[in-house]
């Protein structure tokens, strides 16, 4: 177990492009919107958490592309689904990986992305819990989209196709909670959603993802 | 013979294409009777002798178009996700073929519920396309039905074709209340009573009863649809078979 931890550590840490180019896309996408968006404050403020959700969105969905592809060409993820003992562990593993570098650390560049979108200070703990609780739904859900489209040499778009509308509900609370907050009301109830979208995600996207990834390999 | 035994014997034999083809050819026929009757009976009595809406005029008549294409749509999904739990447990041959059947009936379903939405849209919210809650779900709905259709346009090999599709119509099973519930609940949050006239206002029994029987019409046609098309890919998919060719040399 924390062999293997470490080795998928070192495998994240390894490979920096697959961290940082997404990463760089979720700034070029915030500085798109800036620019090409309204640039009244208060306009801005109505649409930051949308947006916001959107972008963890779409830079998600370049993430998870190459979140078993690397594997899947070299071998490794065969014999990773073949020989151990309990697969989903280690495919659990990997896309806690993924969530890392992705739904973590927008978590944690929050406070200046929401700077950035032109989001009013208070609500900044208010994202940070909001991405903290629904992202992971995200890379548990791509995931199995990301192990079903595995195989294809141009899977980025099925995968979007796939995933985006089984997403629908993180968007919708997403946003909400935050546009709830910039409007002074209550959010508990979208934040408490996020959540059990997560858990629902948890319970059935490692067993998903393992089921896709056999598919996938018999394909090869 | 008990009827747990019963069950169990009806359910192996399911699991036989053959056996399917031999017995559905009647269904077939039964569900294409009864939907042309349905249908003709409830398009004539809607159109020509329901009552008009008081608010809406006759434009309400889209409803009984509207209604049950949206309705057999949602159930066909369901029905994919449950041939898919099927195939995934018992690896059925016949539940792929079911969902081989279901999906273009379903996109052309949810299409038409969301194009006759827009054309009733038109005259009594002044608006042909709104995001509302439903709305959203339906298009969502047609989004899974794309998705799984893309899926098994992707892959080439038949079993892992199958599999894949019934994988993804599981997790859109398990997803599609979340997605319904949230988008309904959005959209309450963005649109507070705006829309009071899709509340439909309790209705007498002059303009439900004919939206009973389209509804009944469309199961039936969905139900003759799908059985011609499973028929259809068992014939291809088994066309190497011995019975296949005996029942193609003597036209059964």
């Known amino acids: 177990m924390g062999g293997l931890l470490r080795r998928e550590w070192q495998v994240l840490a390894r490979n920096r492009a697959q961290v940082i180019n997404p990463l760089a896309f979720l700034f070029l996408a915030v500085m798109l919107f800036a620019v090409g968006g309204p640039l009244e404050d208060n306009t801005r403020a109505q649409y930051g958490g949308a947006v916001l959700w959107l972008i963890v969105l779409l830079t998600n969905m370049l993430s998870l592309d190459a979140l078993f592809r690397r594997d899947y060409d070299n071998g490794v993820l065969e014999q990773v689904v073949c020989g151990a003992d309990v697969p989903f562990l280690v495919i659990l593993l990997r896309i806690g990986m993924q969530w890392l570098s992705t739904g973590a650390l927008v978590t944690l560049l929050a406070p200046f992305l929401c700077l950035l979108l032109g989001l009013p200070g208070h609500v900044t703990a208010t994202a940070m819990l909001a991405l903290a609780l629904g992202s992971p739904a995200i890379s548990l859900l791509g995931a199995v989209g990301a192990a079903l489209t595995v195989g294809f040499s141009r899977g980025g778009i099925l995968l979007g196709l796939l995933v985006l509308p089984l997403l629908l509900p993180v968007l919708i609370f997403g946003t909400s909670a935050i546009n709830q907050e910039v409007a002074g009301i209550t959010n508990n109830a979208q934040l408490y959603w996020l959540g059990f979208i997560s858990m629902v995600a948890l319970t059935i996207g490692p067993f998903a993802t393992t089921a896709g990834l056999r598919i996938s390999l018999q394909m090869q | ?252």
């Open chain 2, 1 to 252: 013979m008990s009827f747990t035994s019963s069950i169990k014997t009806l359910w192996h034999k399911l699991g036989s294409p053959r056996w399917f083809y031999q017995m559905s050819g009647p269904w077939v026929i039964g569900f294409g009777i009864a939907a042309l009757v349905l249908l003709g009976v409830g398009a004539v009595w809607a159109l020509g002798f329901a009552p008009p809406d008081y608010q809406q005029g006759n434009s309400f008549r889209i409803m009984y178009v509207h209604v049950p294409a949206a309705m057999v749509a949602q159930s066909i999904y369901m029905s994919m996700g449950v041939a898919g739990l099927v195939l995934f447990v018992w690896r059925m041959k016949l539940a792929d073929v079911a969902i081989a059947a279901c999906l273009p009936l379903g996109m052309v379903l949810t299409a038409l519920a969301l194009f006759s939405g827009g054309v009733w849209g038109k005259p009594t919210w002044g608006t042909w396309w709104e995001w509302d809650g439903r709305t959203v779900s339906t298009l969502v709905l047609l989004f899974l039905f794309i998705g799984i259709y893309a899926l098994r346009e992707a892959i080439e090999d038949a079993g892992l074709k199958a599999r894949a599709s019934a994988l993804v119509a599981m997790i859109g099973t398990i997803n599609i209340p979340i997605i319904k519930y949230s988008v309904e609940w959005w959209h309450t949050l963005h649109q507070p009573a705006s829309f009071t006239l899709t509340e439909k206002p309790a209705m007498p029994p002059e303009m439900y009863l004919p939206l009973l029987v389209m509804v009944l019409g469309m199961y039936a046609f969905a139900g003759h649809n799908i059985i011609s098309r499973m028929r259809n890919q068992i014939l291809v998919r088994e066309s190497r078979t011995h019975w296949v060719r005996e029942a193609m040399a003597t036209g059964g």
